[in-house]
């Protein structure tokens, strides 16, 4: 049993995994680490990857849920705001000084309404989309009362399924009574194909969305008719973004993931066919996790369950080896087939979460780590906010 | 759109879903509710189903992570102390005033074992499951360190194949080795399935948990053999206990998921066939979504996706409807079929969480309504400790 700590126990409080300045080796488990190399290669490649098109990055707040990241994300050219999915969430980034913010998503609720109001009477630029008639009522009412005036796009639904106006005709008469009103602001279109963001294939990625770039085409031929004028179209994910990119009609992009990565966009290929995780972007979220427990043979028990990762998307990869596999997650402990009986007692592993959004949401605090040391430990801000 | 608040938006705090005193029609969504007749119902419930077998119950709180539901299920005759799962959610009870907790886990990390020993140290009575001799010496060491006494409980491998020993010859040597320390205490078994507690049929979770009270008494005779007292077996959950409760050989009772419910359960069935949730317990938990989006014809997306829900044993069910069903999770939506087209914008609906415990564990607070209005807002107080 390796144990060597370099602190006494008063020096990670009751709510804190680790303190800047310990060793990587010393992080109570299970928690989430950040490589911050991996990391700062990620966000350097990507506005790298968007310098030659006429986009601007508006990096997804949802997937991170942290000011510190957002911030080392909007440091960097090109990238222009934030988008949020939740009031509660934009409230987060709002005060803390964030002045830009895209709410991807329909806010119908009255206080909601309120509350969104609220934020951009604050200051802060805020968009909301719509696919509702009688929720654009709602919104002016809102922005009205609070004196101030927010930004809208239209949805389109574009094959996810979710929300989302169906095309052309529903979205011409929602601009146009987002138009009659004086406190909200027709911007554009929403155009987000969530749903193709995790096929595994390029060449079908690439299909779906050349049928979605002619729907947007189609919409702006129709708003452009109406007199009606388009400044944004909004959408773009980790799995397509280049496709968006270069498409001609897209203004903006929403990627999230490509900061961290997870298992499931390590099974998404690129053109040539190669994963996304290796080829293009590089691991820098981990779940780490300790063995503790090794009392059967062949296998090995670990502290991180379903309380600490999200299996909606697959089980987690153990990062760095080839010949342990974590095949079994409970509420608290993952199983972890160890045919050498490899693994021991407080030994230490870099899981790979299955799908890295709502296994962030679960934590309060990002490790974060670089030559063996922890460099600084982010707070989950907007953990939780889901209302 | 219904709309008819009874407060402002200066009520309801950034971090806080509703307010006592609210109308429950105006909590805001999603968030997690109790149905306090309901889960008091439960709770009653089990101590009476207890009174007539010689057994305690000793509840899991790593299932709701709740100080006040905790102390709800103290003040009920027949129970003694809680389960917790990890050493940080034990020092969350433990700070409030518990003072009696099995941790029903592992802990083998040096700090880890550390703070364990400041929680026995304290004065609350902390017991903790071994699999391992070299865990006893590091036990030993870090209670002997606090000038304290940490009770053991030998973990049995019963079936869900992930920590314990085998069987009795492991058994014994663990239990002598902690017999022979001055800081631990051996006081007995640890025998919970869990692989078992959700299995469907009836019968077939008595035949398993038949051979499990097997393998227990063939662990009581070798320990009595070698003059090792044992008093006590714990172990048992929502879906066994009676099982283990007419045993003759099981203490104390593991139970947690009874209070709330949850829909998986709603698929296990009793001795006649009927189901858990409705024959035998109440749904009492429910998560509180809205309808955000009605654009598309028979179906509805609500504001409840899987950073509000764990989907890892099924989706969720909507409760108190048959003609509309939730088909779809993603991060932040749920898709409802709804095809007449009834569920209106804003409509909220109750879900009952596919699993409880990784659901309760997404959220801060619990929203507790009886009669249309909101009567408390309890923290959940050990969300997220999982170290």
Same mark, same amino acid.
């Given at each position: 049993?390796?144990?060597?700590?370099?602190?006494?126990?008063?020096?990670?409080?009751?709510?804190?995994?680790?303190?800047?300045?310990?060793?990587?080796?010393?992080?109570?488990?299970?928690?989430?680490?950040?490589?911050?190399?991996?990391?700062?290669?990620?966000?350097?490649?990507?506005?790298?990857?968007?310098?030659?098109?006429?986009?601007?990055l508006?990096?997804h707040?949802?997937?991170?849920?942290?000011?510190?990241?957002?911030?080392?994300?909007?440091?960097? $050219?090109?990238?222009? *705001?934030?988008?949020? @999915?939740?009031?509660?969430?934009?409230?987060?980034?709002?005060? #803390? /000084? &964030? %002045?830009d913010?895209?709410?991807?998503?329909?806010?119908?609720?009255?206080?909601?309404?309120?509350?969104?109001?609220?934020?951009?009477?604050?200051?802060?630029?805020?968009?909301?989309?719509?696919?509702?008639?009688?929720?654009?009522?709602?919104?002016?009412?809102?922005?009205?009362?609070?004196?101030?005036?927010?930004?809208?796009?239209?949805?389109?639904?574009?094959?996810?399924?979710?929300?989302?106006?169906?095309?052309?005709?529903?979205?011409?008469?929602?601009?146009?009574?987002?138009?009659?009103?004086?406190?909200?602001?027709?911007?554009?279109?929403?155009?987000?194909?969530?749903?193709?963001?995790?096929?595994?294939?390029?060449?079908?990625?690439? $299909?779906?969305?050349? *049928?979605?770039?002619? @729907?947007?085409k189609a919409?702006?031929?129709?708003?452009?008719? #109406? /007199? &009606? %004028?388009?400044?944004?179209?909004?959408?773009?994910?980790?799995?397509?973004?280049?496709?968006?990119?270069?498409?001609?009609?897209?203004?903006?992009?929403?990627?999230g993931?490509?900061?961290?990565?997870?298992?499931?966009?390590?099974?998404?290929?690129?053109?040539?066919?190669?994963?996304?995780?290796?080829?293009?972007?590089?691991?820098?979220?981990?779940?780490?996790?300790?063995?503790?427990?090794?009392?059967?043979?062949?296998?090995?028990?670990c502290?991180?369950?379903?309380?600490?990762?999200?299996?909606?998307?697959?089980?987690?990869?153990?990062?760095?080896?080839?010949?342990?596999?974590?095949i079994n997650?409970?509420?608290?402990?993952?199983?972890?087939?160890?045919?050498?009986?490899?693994?021991?007692?407080?030994?230490?592993?870099?899981?790979?979460?299955?799908?890295?959004?709502?296994?962030?949401?679960?934590?309060?605090?990002y490790?974060?780590?670089?030559?063996?040391?922890?460099?600084?430990?982010?707070?989950?801000?907007?953990?939780?906010?889901?209302?």
């Open positions: 049993m390796k144990a060597n700590h370099t602190y006494s126990e008063d020096d990670i409080g009751f709510n804190v995994p680790a303190l800047p300045g310990m060793r990587a080796d010393d992080i109570q488990t299970p928690c989430l680490i950040i490589d911050l190399d991996q990391f700062e290669f990620n966000l350097q490649k990507m506005v790298k990857e968007l310098k030659s098109y006429n986009v601007t508006r990096p707040a949802k997937m991170h849920k942290s000011v510190d990241v957002a911030l080392k994300q909007l440091a960097l $050219e090109g990238t222009k *705001g934030i988008c949020c @999915q939740k009031v509660s969430e934009a409230e987060v980034f709002s005060r #803390a /000084g &964030i %002045s913010i895209l709410i991807t998503n329909q806010v119908c609720d009255e206080l909601k309404i309120s509350r969104l109001s609220g934020i951009a009477a604050s200051g802060c630029r805020v968009t909301v989309c719509i696919d509702n008639l009688s929720n654009i009522s709602a919104l002016a009412e809102g922005a009205s009362k609070k004196n101030t005036q927010i930004h809208c796009l239209v949805e389109l639904d574009c094959g996810a399924g979710r929300c989302g106006v169906a095309g052309p005709e529903e979205l011409l008469e929602l601009a146009k009574a987002i138009d009659a009103t004086d406190s909200l602001i027709f911007d554009g279109l929403q155009a987000y194909q969530g749903g193709i963001q995790h096929e595994k294939s390029y060449e079908q990625r690439d $299909e779906v969305m050349q *049928g979605v770039i002619e @729907q947007v919409c702006l031929v129709s708003l452009e008719t #109406a /007199g &009606i %004028s388009c400044r944004v179209v909004s959408g773009g994910g980790t799995g397509t973004f280049l496709i968006e990119a270069a498409s001609g009609v897209y203004t903006e992009l929403q990627c993931s490509y900061a961290f990565m997870d298992a499931d966009y390590g099974r998404v290929k690129n053109k040539v066919g190669q994963r996304l995780d290796r080829a293009e972007w590089k691991n820098a979220l981990f779940l780490l996790t300790s063995i503790m427990s090794t009392a059967r043979d062949g296998r090995a028990v502290d991180a369950g379903l309380k600490v990762q999200s299996v909606d998307s697959g089980l987690p990869i153990i990062f760095g080896y080839d010949d342990v596999t974590y997650c409970s509420d608290e402990h993952g199983v972890i087939q160890d045919l050498k009986n490899k693994l021991e007692i407080n030994e230490k592993l870099r899981l790979i979460p299955g799908h890295c959004d709502p296994t962030c949401n679960l934590h309060d605090w490790v974060c780590v670089r030559g063996g040391k922890v460099e600084h430990i982010w707070p989950v801000s907007a953990r939780g906010k889901a209302w």
